[in-house]
Nanobody, 120 residues
Framework: QVQLQESGPGLVKPSQTLSLTCTVS??????????WHWIRQPPGKGLEWIGA???????YYSPSLKSRTSISRDTSKNQSTLQLSSVTPEGTAVYYC????????????WGKGTLVTVSS
């Protein structure tokens, strides 16, 4: 059974960098054809795709967030890391780590999500 667990600070100040880690168990992040997405949901709003890192290490970003987003991985720890710079209060959301089969062929495992509040 694949499990994903997000971790990181729950409070970030405006203009700072938000950094979250997704730890994967029950499967390797380098397994062929799996993509590891970051998705967020602001309070009372819909889901927003942030970006993904592929099994190969290739990265993909939402055009609207690309200039401020970096997704990396540590294969020795089986982790993916999201960094979102210059955050504003609009970045307050529940952030999810999600496994995808193929880049856009469906997402089958979700982490529980972690709430990040951007506030001074």
């Amino acid at each position: 059974q694949v499990q994903l667990q997000e971790s990181g600070p729950g409070l970030v100040k405006p203009s700072q960098t938000l950094s979250l880690t997704c730890t994967v168990s029950g499967g390797s992040i380098t397994t062929n054809n799996y993509y590891w997405h970051w998705i967020r949901q602001p309070p009372g709003k819909g889901l927003e795709w942030i970006g993904a890192i592929a099994y190969s290490g290739s990265t993909y970003y939402s055009p609207s967030l690309k200039s401020r987003t970096s997704i990396s991985r540590d294969t020795s720890k089986n982790q993916s890391t999201l960094q979102l710079s210059s955050v504003t209060p609009e970045g307050t959301a529940v952030y999810y780590c999600v496994r995808g089969v193929g880049l856009w062929n469906g997402m089958d495992y979700w982490g529980k999500g972690t709430l990040v509040t951007v506030s001074s």
